[in-house]
């Protein structure tokens, strides 16, 4: 029987890294892994996972793919052997943090350019011959920074934001052709990515007032204590990745990997006037929890729920 073709961008580290080594060690052996990376040069960790946790000899490839380059695009789908994708991961993205005013128009442009130009590049690539072949999977990777707006990170949310507009609109279109897009909604994630930030964290803070550079230091405390209280590890959002997306017979458009984050956003959606949710989110970030409160984790829950006095519509 032919195996399943999988193509995924960003296996460098994180949850690229994972899916690959999850699909290429799967005991069906039933996945061909295209491993996609910006830089070749980076593919150590990879193999030296591979190796471990014993994935069978041709179960893993790497190639060559820079999302911002359509040409490095079009050589990496050359080089599928198989002539096929069945399953498209686009993984790759970067993040931005800090007050807008701070960051440059490099790594403004950067940001928009991997998360966003590179998911359509990556999609215009594949997609053709999935819909020729009536037959395709695509997974996205989604955060909850596509499905509500976080201060602080104004751009890398509107390059989600745009993802999910995106995969929304093909999600309606390619059914008939046989072809489906899911999201992988994931909340915080511990990997490489708060190392890999495009630019340095906050950009040049002199741009900013003072106010602003205040509020995000707290900003920064927050995501701390985000990460700390319910930051999942890769394995387990690829979890969601592998059991939901290229198995299920009629995959939804969107999977979540922690309903942490879940009644902020419906909150965003009970309340359309928006004010709800910005009053909800501006109280959970930048407003510190009372010393006698118990914390989002002994209560067993995460920072990111939407406070009590918050979840009616104001
Ligand atoms: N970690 C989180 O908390 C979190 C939460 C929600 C969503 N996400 C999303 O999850 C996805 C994966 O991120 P991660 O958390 O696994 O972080 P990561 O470890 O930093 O992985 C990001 C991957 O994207 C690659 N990449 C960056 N620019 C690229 C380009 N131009 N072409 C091809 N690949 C490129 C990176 O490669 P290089 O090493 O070569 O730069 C790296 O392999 C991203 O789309 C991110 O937005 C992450």
């Known amino acids: 029987m032919d195996r399943t073709v999988v193509l995924i961008t960003g296996c460098s580290s994180g949850i690229g890294l994972h899916l690959a080594l999850r699909l290429a060690s799967d005991p069906s052996q039933s996945f061909k892994v295209y491993a996609t990376l910006r830089d070749l040069r980076a593919q150590g960790p990879l193999w030296e996972a591979a190796r471990?946790?014993?994935?069978?000899?041709?179960?893993?490839?790497?190639?060559?793919?820079?999302?911002?380059?359509?040409?490095s695009v079009a050589a990496a789908r050359a080089r599928v052997t198989e002539g096929r994708v069945d399953v498209l991961v686009c993984n790759a993205g970067r993040g931005l943090l800090g007050p807008l005013e701070a960051h440059t128009a490099?790594?403004?442009?950067?940001?928009?350019?991997?998360?966003?130009?590179?998911?359509?590049?990556?999609?215009?690539?594949?997609?053709?011959?999935?819909?020729?072949?009536?037959?395709?999977?695509?997974?996205?990777?989604?955060?909850?920074?596509?499905?509500?707006?976080l201060p602080f990170n104004a751009v890398y949310c509107a390059s989600k934001f745009a993802i999910e507009g995106l995969c929304e609109s093909l999600a309606v279109l390619l059914p008939p052709f046989?072809?489906?897009?899911?999201?992988?909604?994931?909340?915080?994630?511990?990997?490489?990515?708060?190392?890999?930030?495009?630019?340095?964290?906050?950009?040049?803070l002199d741009g900013a007032d003072a106010e602003t550079r205040h509020l995000f230091s707290r900003y920064q405390?927050?995501?701390e204590r985000i990460f700390r209280e319910a930051a999942q590890d890769p394995e387990e959002v690829t979890e969601v990745g592998v059991g939901r997306g290229p198995r299920a017979p009629r995959p939804a458009l969107r999977y979540f990997s922690t309903e942490s984050f879940l009644p902020l956003a419906h909150l965003r959606l009970a309340d359309p006037s928006g004010c709800s949710y910005v009053a909800a989110m501006h109280r959970a970030v930048f407003t510190e929890?009372?010393?006698?409160?118990?914390?989002?984790?002994?209560?067993?829950?995460?920072?990111?729920?939407a406070p009590p006095a918050a979840a009616a519509p104001q």
């Open 52 to 71: 471990s946790r014993g994935c069978p000899p041709g179960s893993l490839e790497t190639l060559q793919l820079d999302v911002r380059d359509a040409d």
């Open 221 to 223: 405390r927050h995501l």
């Open 289 to 305: 929890e009372p010393a006698e409160e118990p914390t989002a984790a002994a209560s067993g829950g995460s920072a990111l729920r």
């Open 106 to 149: 490099g790594s403004v442009g950067s940001v928009l350019d991997v998360n966003v130009a590179g998911t359509v590049r990556t999609l215009q690539a594949f997609l053709p011959d999935m819909k020729r072949r009536r037959s395709g999977r695509v997974l996205v990777t989604g955060s909850m920074g596509g499905l509500m707006g």
């Open 178 to 204: 046989g072809v489906h897009v899911s999201l992988i909604e994931c909340g915080p994630v511990r990997t490489a990515f708060l190392e890999k930030l495009e630019g340095v964290v906050g950009g040049v």
